[in-house]
């Protein structure tokens, strides 16, 4: 093994993995905890923060690695669900949290698609 995640070409892409993951995953945590709640979204600090510094994350992520930038948005969303399912009492909800994690994640790939567009990082 290469040491490497799928799609990772070397040039700081691990890095950039290990921050939409480990992104992803603190800010569900924090707005989990800060907002008292057990889920996350459930807490407004989620709309009003979280969920804007992912999209933010990604944004920054789509300038920096253009190269098939929908995976970043995916990557943040993919970390909350696991966040969710860790935390989950039961998993009755959890094909319709999926799609909710799906739908969350259109915005930041309309983002990052056009981010990366503009991206000097473009080759």
Sequence with gaps: MNGRLPGARGDGE????IAALGGGLLLWIAASLLGDRK???DSPLYW???YPAGLLLCG???WRFPR???RWPVA???SQAVALCMSAASFGLLPLGLVAFLLLALPGIGI???VA???PYRR
Excluded at 14 to 17: E, P, S, V
């Design 117 to 119: 567009r503009f991206s």
């Design 39 to 41: 889920e996350a979204w």
């Design 76 to 78: 943040v969303m993919a």
């Design 60 to 62: 920054w992520l789509g």
């Design 68 to 70: 098939r930038p929908w």
């Design 48 to 50: 009003q923060l979280a």
């Design 14 to 17: 691990l890095a950039a993995w």
């Design 112 to 114: 990052v698609v056009l």
